[in-house]
């Protein structure tokens, strides 16, 4: 039962636009969020993080936004560029706890 | 520094054969975990560490054991190969807990 969930598998945006990605999750007990960023056999890369006590957090080009009463999350990248297509992964996970919950992935292309 | 470093990066194995994947870090991290990743699947932790000869058990270790004898090292072995266990397998280390993972490169096992 996939307690993180990114319903869209692909998006693809112009280079110069906005891209957002959207994430679902499904534990009320989640409070700590994470985007990680994967290219092709490499292995993921941390981009932002934001934790429950807050609503935004914001890093260069990146902001991750959080609604804790829709339990939803998203990521938006502005301006977006080419290097910026990779597939971006959502996570999850309890204060404290060991184990971070991922979600599927959104593959990311970025169009010249 | 090489972060986080996984061998070997392919292996295919037949149904019932053992191996042992090694993932080795140089940041003096006190957190190691296993993740693996299936298509359609979130990655899923398997086992993790909390410290040098400490283990644990994640979400899907069932066919997995695991042992952290160094700080450096984790090793995750297979007695009897399934395949159901092909997959691509990634560690992770982190310096303490709720702290971002530092993904390696993965290794792609395919069972036959």
């Known amino acids: 039962d996939q307690q993180v969930k990114q319903n869209s598998p692909s998006l693809s945006v112009q280079e110069g636009r906005i891209s957002i990605l959207n994430c679902d999750y499904t534990?009320?007990?989640?409070?700590?969020f994470l985007w990680y960023k994967k290219y092709p056999a490499e292995g993921p890369t941390f981009l932002i993080s934001i934790s429950s006590i807050k609503d935004k957090n914001e890093d260069g080009r990146f902001t991750v936004f959080l609604n804790k009463s829709a339990k939803h999350l998203s990521l938006h990248i502005v301006p977006s560029q080419p290097g910026d297509s990779a597939v971006y992964f959502c996570a999850a996970s309890p204060t404290g706890a060991n184990n971070l919950f991922f979600g599927t992935g959104t593959r990311l292309t970025v169009i010249p | 520094n090489a972060g986080v470093t996984q061998t070997p990066k392919f292996r295919v194995l037949k149904t019932g054969q053992s191996m042992t994947l090694l993932c080795a870090q140089d940041?003096?991290?006190?957190?190691m975990y296993w993740y693996r990743q299936d298509p359609g699947m979130g990655l899923r932790l398997i086992h993790y560490s909390v410290g040098e000869g400490t283990t644990a058990k994640g979400e899907v270790p069932d066919g997995y054991n695991v042992s952290r004898l160094k700080k450096q090292n984790f090793l995750l072995g297979l007695e009897s190969a399934a395949p159901s266990q092909t997959s691509v397998y990634f560690c992770?280390?982190?310096?303490?807990?709720?702290?971002?993972?530092?993904f390696g490169n993965g290794t792609r096992l395919t069972v036959t």
């Open positions: 534990n009320s007990m989640f409070d700590y």
């Open positions: 992770a280390s982190s310096p303490f807990m709720g702290s971002p993972l530092h």
């Open positions: 940041m003096n991290h006190e957190y």
